[in-house]
C-alpha cells in the first residue's frame, strides 16, 4: 500500500522560536535538509531572552553568523552591569556588578565574548540564514498529531491561514515548542524540580524623561526593591523604549485584566522614584518563572529541546542558552545517524549529557534570584541561596555555569563520573567531558590566526604533535570508519598544519604531553586523550572513535 504523504525530510523541528531557529541553523550547517513548523504568523516581538553567554556566542562564531548578531544587538554594546536599589532616584543604589567581564580576564577562555541581543532581533538573523541551508521555514503553521515506527515519525500538520493539512514524514523529530510542550504531553514525559517560582508581566513603555533619569549608568538590568513598587527595569535602547517586570500573583486572585495601563503607568512612576514621569506603555506580556526539568529528552526518533526539556528562573539568562546549547549537542548527533556515520546509540548520549547540565544550571538560576532578590520571587527560607562573593563576588560563578560545565557520561571516554557537572572554578584544561581548551593557532601563510575553537565544527578533530604517528593514524581511521574525522599536527617546523601563537604549548593546555593526542568532538567538547604515545595509535584510535559513534 502506497504511504500518503505530502512531504519527506530527514528531520521535522517543531518550534520556531529561538532554540528551534538555532536547531534548524547547526542542523543547516551539517548539510541535514529539514522542516520547521511554527504556529505563529513570524518571530517574537516583545524584548525578551537578551542575555547571550559567552559559550552560546562561541557557537554562532563558528556557525558564521557572530557578526550579524552583534550588528543586531549595537545599540546596547555599552550595557554591562546590574545595579539594584529602592528605586531609582535613591540614595541606596548599588551595583551588584558593574562589568561582564571585569580586566577581560575572559580573553584567556574563549575567543568571544559576553552579548546582550534581545530575542525579537535575534531571531530575524536566525531566520534569514536557515533557508540558504536546507531549511523549510514553515510560520502560521501548526503541528496536529505525529505518530512514531521504527523507521521514523509522520506528522499531521496544518496551515493556519489556508485551513489546508498535510503529512510530513520525517527520520526524526526535534520538539522545541516551549514550557507547555504538547510534543513532551503526547510522549507522556513528567518533569521533576521545584515548580513555578514566580510571575510578572513584561510592560514595554516609551519614555524620553526616563533617559535623563538613569544618567550614564549603563546597566543591563535595575533591580528596584521598594515594596509595593518593586520590578526589574531593562533597557531597550537606552533612550526611549524601556521594559519594566512587574510582579504578578495569579495565586492571590490577581488577573492579567488587573494591569491596566493606568496601574502600570503609576507602578513605573513609583519604582524608578519620578512621580511626574511620562510613560506612554505600548505592551504588555505575562511570563512565569519555574524550575523544571523533563524526566526523559525523547522517545525514540522525538528529541525535546529547550523549555520543553527544562524551565529556569530568567536571571543570569541561563534558559535560552542552555536551550540553544541542546541544539548544538543534538544537532551533530543527529547528522553523524543521518549521514551513516554514526548508529542510533550515539542518540541516547543527548539525554546522558545534557540532562545533568539542565539540572545543575536550573538550581544555580534559581539561588541567583534569590541572591538578586528578583521581583515576586518568594524563595524557600529553609533554603539559603549561595554566599555572595562565592567565585568572585556576587557575579562569581556564572561562568562556570556557561562554559564550564562538563558531561561525565555519553558521547566520551575516559572521564570522571564523580565530578561535579558545574564545577566550583572554571577548568579549561584537555579533560575528556569538558570543552576543549582555547588557544590562538595559525597556519603556514596564514594572515590571521584562528582560536582552536574555530576548528571544531563538522567532524572530529586530533590534535596532536608535528612529528607524531597521530595525524597519519587520523587519516587511516577515517578512511576506514568513513567517519568525519580531520587531524591537525601542531609545531613550528615544515610538517606542521599549526604554529601556536606566541609560543603556546598546545599540549600542556590540553592537559597531555607532546607525544600523546586529544581527540574533540564536534561541539567542541574532547572526547577522548592519550597522555603519552601509544604503540599502535591507529588501532588505538580506531578502537575510540568506534566507541564514540556506536555507543549502546
Sequence with gaps: ??????????????????VGLCTSLFLGRHGIRHMLVEKHAGTSMHPRGRGINVRTMELFRVAGVEGRIREAASVLADNHGITQGGSLTGEDQEWLFEEIDPGGALARFSPSSWCLCSQND??????????????DLRFSTELLSFDQDASGVSAVVKNRDTGEHCT???????????????VRDQLGIGQSGSGDLFHNVSITFRSRGLAEVVGDRRFIVC?????????????????????FHAPWHPDRGETLEDFTDERCVEHIRRAVG?????????????WHAAERVAQRYGADRVFLAGDSAHEMSPTGAFGSNTGIQDAHNLAWKLAAVLNGAAGPGLLRTYEAERQPVARATSERASARSAEHSHPGYEPDPAVAPEPAGRGGGRQGGVLSVAMGYRYNQ???????????????RMKLNGDPGTRAPHMWLRGPGEPEPRSTVDLYERSFVLLSSEG????GAALSVAERLKAPLEAYAIGSGPDADLIAEDGGNWAEVHGTTKAGAVLVRPDGFVAWRSVEAVADPETVLHEAMTALLHRT
Design 1 to 18: 500500500m502506497k504511504e500518503n504523504v505530502d512531504h519527506r525530510v530527514p528531520v521535522l523541528i517543531v518550534g520556531g522560536s529561538l
Design 122 to 135: 535575534i531571531e530575524p538573523v536566525l531566520m534569514s540564514v536557515t533557508p540558504s541551508l536546507g531549511a
Design 168 to 182: 510530513v514524514r520525517a527520520d526524526y523529530l526535534v520538539a522545541a515548542d516551549g514550557p507547555r510542550s504538547p
Design 223 to 243: 533591580y528596584l526593591t521598594k515594596p509595593g513598587s518593586d520590578g526589574a527595569l531593562l533597557p531597550v535602547d537606552n533612550h526611549e523604549r524601556w521594559v
Design 274 to 286: 519620578a512621580p511626574g514621569l511620562d510613560v506612554e506603555i505600548t505592551g504588555k506580556a505575562p
Design 410 to 424: 555519553g558521547a566520551v571516554l575516559g572521564c570522571d563520573p564523580d565530578l561535579p557537572v558545574v564545577p566550583e
Design 468 to 471: 607524531t604517528p597521530w595525524r
